[in-house]
């Protein structure tokens, strides 16, 4: 258990599943990932890099700005085989290369988390958010039926 918690510190592991494929799992035991967005979020959240494959779509965006810019990603490139693995493996746990990347990770799992705080910039975007929709809603109200299309919705 210790190894498996030393591990978890160094990384994240994820089963990647395609969408069109329906296989049933359990989520706390066999963690699964499309590798979008929300994947790039809890990679963060976690403050821990990945080794990663983009497919598709936004995968291949996220990959090249996160491998890029935050560089706390291991992109590993056309097809997955043993070896390509190993080594990023070995990259990311073993050499030096890996320790920058997780205290990379650490710095942005920080920012992510002073973010939401009060004050921070996703906490003063949410609130500017819901103040907008507040008015829109506030506005609806003065409103007693609308006219769409030659037919009339009265509220």
Do not use: C
């Amino acid at each position: 258990m210790v190894f498996i918690e030393e591990l978890q510190k160094l990384g994240y592991a994820v089963l990647v599943i395609k969408q069109t494929r329906s296989i049933p799992f359990q989520p706390e035991k066999h963690p699964r990932s499309v590798l979008g967005w929300n994947s790039t979020l809890e990679s963060i959240v976690k403050g821990v890099p990945l080794i990663y494959r983009p497919f598709q779509s936004e995968w291949k965006v996220n990959a090249a700005y996160i491998v890029s810019v935050w560089e706390t990603w291991i992109q590993l490139e056309s097809e997955v085989e043993r070896g390509k693995v190993k080594r990023a493996v070995k990259r990311l746990i073993v050499d030096e290369e890996g320790a920058e990347m997780r205290e990379r990770a650490i710095v942005l799992k920080e920012k992510f988390n002073a973010s939401l705080t009060s004050g921070g910039s996703s906490y003063l975007a949410l609130d500017e958010f819901v103040k907008y929709l507040k008015t829109k809603v506030e506005m609806l109200k003065t409103i007693d039926h609308i006219e769409l299309y030659g037919s009339t919705l009265i509220l």
